[in-house]
């Protein structure tokens, strides 16, 4: 089964950002989740911008399909480290808070 690392992205700022990074066998239903869960790091975020119109496809861009898990915990760990200004920080291997 294929394990995706996603982007959430800042539609409203030039070079679209990251502010968010994750993996899911489902991202697309995991933004629902985001957009949901008011424990969700993104979900201030996510808010304002679904409130003004911002469709889901702009926000949500996958960034690689991995073939195990092993391989999308290392390649999330790995970008999660290398991008500034995520609002899923700080972060532990495996897990994001």
């Known amino acids: 089964m294929s394990v995706f690392v996603y982007q959430l992205v800042d539609p409203w700022v030039e070079g ?3 502010f968010y ?21 993104a979900y201030p975020l996510l808010s304002v911008f679904l409130k003004w119109g911002v469709e889901r496809d702009e926000i949500l ?16 760990y790995q970008l999660v480290m290398s991008t500034p200004d995520l609002v899923n920080r700080p972060y532990k291997r495996g897990r994001s808070y």
């Open 16 to 18: 679209r950002p990251p």
């Open 21 to 41: 990074i994750g993996l899911s066998n489902n991202p697309w239903y995991r933004f629902y989740s985001h957009c949901h869960d008011r424990f969700s790091a």
């Open 61 to 76: 861009k996958i960034y690689r399909e991995c073939t195990t898990r092993r391989e999308a915990f290392d390649l999330e």
